[in-house]
């Protein structure tokens, strides 16, 4: 009874039309169940409502949970005789989202996003998004309907810098009515003398190029001019427009990838292909996209922008932050690498992390790594024209270094800032300055490209290795979208799935080490109760990151320390906990042999 209780006060029932009229009055948001008579509302969410009632307990008036009975109500006509679960998204009245299937963790990340949306624009930190009502019809619970309008679709934005040749020769006029006429709209704009970091940052790309260092320098000391650009929201072409397109370049790619020196090849060739066949409709073709319209314009040698679109936007930011925050322009998360050395891991490393915690950076993978020569040397190729290479190299591979994935907005900039050769003297507090420039590894932004570098380290010290996981038989019918989905969003690739009736020899050899508990018998017996889906999964250290992702083995306690675990978000108790994650590499192994048998998994790129 109690628990009855307790659930009509988290869900207001909703079966009646004047019902219905009523909750379309809620301030706020509210989240409809809409459910059958014969099967009553979803079960599976209930946990997750709860959590959210509690978590946003600050924004009560904002939130409402309502369980709609489709039957008794027109509006959701189209959802009668279905069986899967249903919610819909209702904001002050309107019906602007549906999520199919219990899928917790979008659920929980929907509700936690326009509940916040709301309470901003309320306290007119934000305007009001339009957002297209949902119009309920039959199709939408078709298998195959797409899943919901999402949220409000956000404009383009880009950044250009205008070259100091360009803003000596005073063509930044010219520039900008260019861009206007175009149809772009400029939100920002400065003259600024741009330091060595914000130009090695922004040409990142071009830091390969033989004569890098001379443009950094003559960069940093001629005033640039520097424009925020808005290109509209994306815009949706249909199939024949973009079969006409393949050739040409995306906006979101509009930056000089090519040597300065060949640009008038390039463009020549890229107008060689069209205009044999229709010279006249090309030369008045008007242009697609800004670098489009450079190249035309000649301009392509003193105008740059960036080729993405979420690397354009973190440099919006950082160039133009009162924009971006009257915009609420989200910054972006990006990882980077430190390498803790030898004497330094011996020595005050707690001081370090401390720091790095302080900056903002968050380790998202950690390890001990103990280099061979050969490792060290591979790991550290692009210092071995320098005379300290050998030095270096038996450094490190005397005694372990402690690697670090670190995630932070902006990361690699700002670690380079605090730990970077160049803003050292610059900056009294610097790791460098603090620890000395032999402790820390930096990731050289001189490579032949350095993001790709980066990402070469990171796998370097990371590898891609493969896993198990298993949806356990209580959570594989209603749970197990919402799981895999979670595993997706976690950056792990899933290569082999098949659902599996587990036998009880099976268990026991997954099981093996806890053969002696009293819960063991439980557990088997569990295990085998239903069809479980198993699945390979991998990443860069996805053992540990699956472990991680998992949650601890008793959701009540996943729910205290790890919220967002899967556990957490769908474990019903310690025996009942969601999935199973495999605890070691070779165990992984072996349950991926058990599960799945011969397959060939030396045909994939990475190997566990
Ligand atoms: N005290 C317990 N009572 C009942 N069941 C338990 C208990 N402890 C563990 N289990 C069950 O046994 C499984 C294996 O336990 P183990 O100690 O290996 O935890 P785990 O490594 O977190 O889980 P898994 O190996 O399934 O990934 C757990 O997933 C859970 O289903």
């Known amino acids: 009874m109690a628990g009855k209780k307790k659930e009509a006060q988290l869900q207001t029932l909703v079966n009646n039309e004047t019902l219905w009229e009523e909750m379309l009055h809620n301030k706020g948001l509210t989240v409809i169940d809409v459910y059958q008579a014969w099967c ?71 509700v936690i996003q326009l509940v916040e949306d709301e309470k901003k624009i309320l306290a007119g930190e934000m305007s009001r998004p339009v957002l297209p009502e949902l119009v309920l019809l039959d199709s939408d619970v078709d298998e195959d309907a797409v899943e919901t309008p999402e949220a409000p679709v956000e404009d383009i934005y880009n950044v250009m810098i205008i070259r100091p040749q360009a803003v000596e020769e005073e063509r930044v006029e010219e520039i900008e009515q260019m861009i206007v006429d175009f149809g772009a709209v400029i939100v920002g704009e400065e003259q600024r003398f741009l330091d060595d970091e914000q130009i090695r940052d922004f040409y990142d790309e071009a830091s390969h190029k033989f004569n890098f260092e001379e443009f950094v320098s003559y960069t940093s000391n001629n005033p640039s001019y520097i424009l925020g650009i808005c290109l509209g929201p994306p815009v949706k072409e249909s199939e024949e427009e973009k079969k006409k397109d393949q050739p040409e370049e995306k906006e979101s790619q509009p930056v000089e990838k090519e040597d300065r020196a060949e640009g008038d090849e390039d463009q020549s060739a890229e107008e060689g292909d069209q205009s044999a066949e229709e010279p006249k409709k090309k030369e008045e073709k008007k242009p697609k996209s800004i670098r489009e319209l450079l190249k035309s314009q000649r301009l392509i040698e003193v105008c740059d922008l960036i080729d993405d679109a979420q690397k354009a936007r973190k440099h919006l930011i950082q160039f133009f932050p009162y924009f971006a925050k009257a915009k609420n322009l989200q910054p972006l998360v990006e990882r980077t690498l430190a390498v803790i050395r030898p004497d330094l891991l011996r020595g005050n490393i707690e001081d370090v992390l401390e720091l790095l915690q302080k900056e903002g950076f968050v380790a998202k993978m950690q390890k001990q790594l103990f280099l061979t020569e050969e490792e060290a040397k591979t790991f550290y190729s692009h210092h071995k024209y320098y005379d300290y290479f050998s030095t270096l190299i038996e450094h490190v591979s005397s005694a372990p270094i402690l690697a670090l994935c670190l995630e932070r907005v902006n990361a690699v900039f700002y670690w380079r800032y605090i730990l970077g050769p160049t803003a050292a003297d610059e900056n009294p507090t610097s790791l460098r300055n603090i620890l000395g420039p032999e402790h820390c590894h930096f990731n050289q932004s001189h490579g032949k490209d350095s993001l790709q570098n980066l990402n070469e380290e990171i796998l370097f010290c990371f590898p891609y290795e493969r896993t198990v996981a298993l949806i356990k038989p209580h959570a594989f019918q209603d749970l197990r979208g919402g799981i895999i989905r979670k595993i997706q969003e976690h950056g792990f690739v899933v290569s082999h799935l098949k659902e599996i009736q587990l036998t009880a020899d099976k268990v026991e050899e997954i099981y093996r080490v806890l053969e002696e508990k009293d819960f063991f018998e439980d557990l088997l017996i569990h295990m085998i109760e239903g069809p479980c889906m198993a699945m390979i999964i991998s990443k860069e250290n996805a053992v540990q990151d699956w472990r991680k992702l998992a949650g601890p083995t008793d959701p009540e306690e996943a729910r205290k320390v790890a919220p967002e675990s899967i556990r957490a978000l769908f474990g019903k108790d310690i025996l009942d906990n969601a999935v199973h994650a495999s605890s070691t590499k070779e165990h992984a192994l072996k349950t991926i042999e058990l599960l799945f048998g011969d397959i060939d998994l030396d045909s994939e790129d990475h190997e566990i």
């Open 40 to 110: 009553g509302p979803c079960k599976a969410v209930q946990a997750l409502f709860r959590r959210l009632k509690n978590d946003l307990s600050s924004e009560e008036e904002l939130l409402h949970f309502v369980v709609a009975e489709a039957d008794n109500l027109m509006s959701l006509q189209p959802f009668r005789d279905k069986c899967e679960p249903v919610f819909l998204f209702s904001l002050n009245g309107r019906i602007i989202s549906m999520v199919k299937g219990a899928n917790a963790p979008l659920i929980s990340a929907k």
